[in-house]
């Protein structure tokens, strides 16, 4: 990967595992839009994983304190963000990137290989 595709995916994998809500926020929504892109409110990905929303946010975007910006899923590419208009409120909504949904793939396989070995 080159300087501008964003961290290095050791970095990605490191922050993944060393968060696990990071990690379930990450696999949730990646493995609820696998058919074609949608967009998720972080009430939505808490209510999935079973995690409070401010927990959800702070792996998302970086809260400053329990999770670090540069570690956040939307810092590292894999995730991304946008604002939303919904009933006069603006809402962020989140979705997969296209990098995001390969290292799922490579990830689950990985996984599947390592378990059946």
Known sequence: MGE???PDIGHVYRSLKHSSTRNKAFEWVCDSC??????FSARQIARGIGCSERAVRGA???????YKAEDSLVSLGIVECRESDVHGYTMLLFSPT???????RNNRLKNYENKYR
């Open 4 to 6: 501008s595709d964003g």
């Open 34 to 39: 696998m058919g074609e892109p949608e967009w």
């Open 60 to 66: 998302l975007l970086g809260d400053g304190k329990r």
């Open 98 to 104: 296209t990098k995001g949904l390969e290292i799922f």
